[in-house]
């Protein structure tokens, strides 16, 4: 998230995601949350949790990173097929990304 590479997050996420936001709606998130907590600290991810069903296995993890502008909470959750994860799902939540 950090590189600026989110057009290749969107264009790599699974369909589902891709089916959920636009292209530039989701350049545009991934953007505002950059621009509005500065660079980050990498944090560990913890898995919050696994989950197999009839539309796949899916694996969600969490991490909080301290960045320039307060903390940032991100949550992820892969879809993982034939040992690939791809992104199914992502929240970003810091209070620092609701103000202008």
């Known amino acids: 998230m950090d590189r600026g590479e989110y057009a290749a ?3 790599k996420a699974t369909p589902e995601f891709r089916a959920s ?3 530039d709606v989701s350049i ?3 953007t ?4 509005k907590m ?4 990498q944090a560990p991810a913890s898995v919050a949790g696994m989950t197999v069903n009839t539309n796949g296995s899916f694996v969600t ?12 909470a991100e949550q992820f959750v892969w ?3 034939g040992g690939t994860a791809k992104l199914i ?3 970003a939540n810091s209070p620092s990304l609701l103000t202008d």
């Open 21 to 23: 936001i636009g292209r």
């Open 9 to 11: 997050i969107y264009d």
């Open 32 to 35: 505002r949350v950059h621009r």
């Open 79 to 81: 879809r993982v097929t």
């Open 89 to 91: 799902g992502y929240n």
């Open 38 to 41: 500065g660079a980050c600290q």
């Open 28 to 30: 545009a998130f991934m």
């Open 61 to 72: 993890t969490v991490s909080t990173r301290s960045c320039e502008k307060g903390n940032l």
